[in-house]
């Protein structure tokens, strides 16, 4: 039967339709595959159903039902025509979840329901005034001058002074609003020496790699740019776009904005979103904040800061897209490890068996990890 015949010349016939997955071992094997026949009859209506390969039957006989080949984890597609073609739809999900068969959207919105809880319920823990072992990880860099150790500051509501002796980036404990922190900071970034800030970057990120422990990772990574410069510069890029490939979701903190009108600040702010999405491929949050503004000679008063409350907000938020963007992969490396050292570790048919299960594993990831990763 050809591909044209498998379409039953229903081009100008009106339907709906819906995708299913089969969730059940015996798919649709001889009992379900009676059952379906018979409560398909029994519908005022024509049905059709098409298998993942293309080849679409009417659902009238067990055989050509058959024919499909729908088994265990296959998609497939009803089609209903006819005025009842709704009520037809409806009756047919629910008859198929009778025999563990539901439609793909209701098996994406709950493995999505899932991912969120977890991660809602884990971000609720992290975050819980009562949990005194939580330490959340913060990166804060910058190049020279743009108020970076000004904003710490503010976030940890005191001045800290702090002597860099070395190159690299280096981690000082604090608290924030009573919660403890660790902000990792370095001096402020160079310019013109990206080589050397590139090679720090990359091994303060080895060690927080996915394949670390979870409580090593940064929970926050804050870039600062000041806003009087209106421009980001290709340094900069450069930098976000080591933390955006490794899965960090980043926070941009415009400093100094009190030195710009809000006009300029929200075009400067669409400039650099556009330009960081252009390089990552990813949206960035872009949080206006002024820790010390500055009392110009017309002011009868220091002007107060503004945004450290939004910022602190886009920490936990960041934190949360971080676990959802990290975990998958960070379990994922843990799995290679296993295999490997059991690969090692195994006899030779044991070996052999290994590498069957390594190669299976790659293709499944390879298949499913964008289900996981976005």
């Not at 037809?88 to 994406?108: D, S, T």
């Not at 904003?151 to 940890?156: D, F, H, S």
């Not at 303060?204 to 209106?230: H, N, P, R, S």
């Not at 897209?321 to 799995?335: D, M, S, T």
Request: glycine share 6%; hydrophobic share 35%.
């Amino acid at each position: 039967m050809t591909e044209e015949e498998n379409k039953i010349n229903n081009i100008n016939e009106d339907f709906i339709s819906k995708e299913f997955i089969v969730e059940n071992y015996l798919g649709f094997d001889v009992n379900p595959g009676y059952k379906i026949i018979t409560f398909i009859k029994s519908l005022d209506g024509k049905v059709e159903i098409e298998n993942k390969g293309g080849k679409r039957v009417k659902a009238t006989s067990f055989l050509k039902i058959l024919s499909l080949g729908i088994h265990y984890n296959d998609k497939f597609t009803i089609y209903c025509y006819g005025e009842n073609q709704e009520k037809n739809l409806k009756e047919i999900e629910e008859f198929f979840k009778g025999i563990e068969v539901y439609p793909i959207e209701e098996i994406k919105e709950n493995e999505n329901n899932k991912i969120n809880n977890v991660v809602g319920n884990t971000a609720k823990e992290k975050i819980m005034p009562n949990n005194d072992e939580l330490t959340l990880n913060l990166l804060i860099l910058g190049q020279t001058g743009v108020g970076k150790s000004s904003l710490i500051n503010a976030l940890v509501g005191e001045y800290i002074e702090i002597f860099f002796n070395k190159d690299g980036i280096f981690p000082h404990q604090h608290e924030i609003d009573g919660k403890k922190v660790v902000i990792y900071d370095s001096w402020g970034l160079e310019v013109g020496k990206d080589e050397k800030w590139e090679k720090i970057i990359n091994n303060a990120l080895k060690e927080k790699g996915v394949d670390k422990d979870i409580k090593d990772w940064f929970d926050g990574v804050t870039y600062c740019i000041q806003a009087g410069g209106l421009k980001i510069q290709d340094f900069d890029i450069k930098m976000i776009k080591q933390f955006a490939d490794e899965k960090y979701n980043i926070i941009i903190a415009l400093t100094k904005s009190d030195q710009i009108g809000k006009a300029k600040r929200e075009e400067f702010i669409d400039i650099i979103k556009k330009e960081v999405k252009k390089a990552t491929k990813k949206d960035i949050m872009v949080i206006t904040v002024s820790a010390n503004p500055e009392q110009l000679d017309n002011m009868t008063e220091k002007p107060k800061p503004f945004g450290l409350e939004e910022y602190k907000a886009a920490i936990l938020i960041s934190w949360r897209e971080i676990f959802i963007n990290r975990i998958p992969l960070h379990i994922i490396e843990k799995l290679k490890k296993d295999i490997l050292n059991a690969k090692s570790n195994a006899p030779r048919k044991g070996k052999e068996l290994s590498n069957k299960i390594q190669k299976h594993f790659s293709n499944i990831l390879n298949t499913n990890i964008q289900k996981y990763v976005r």
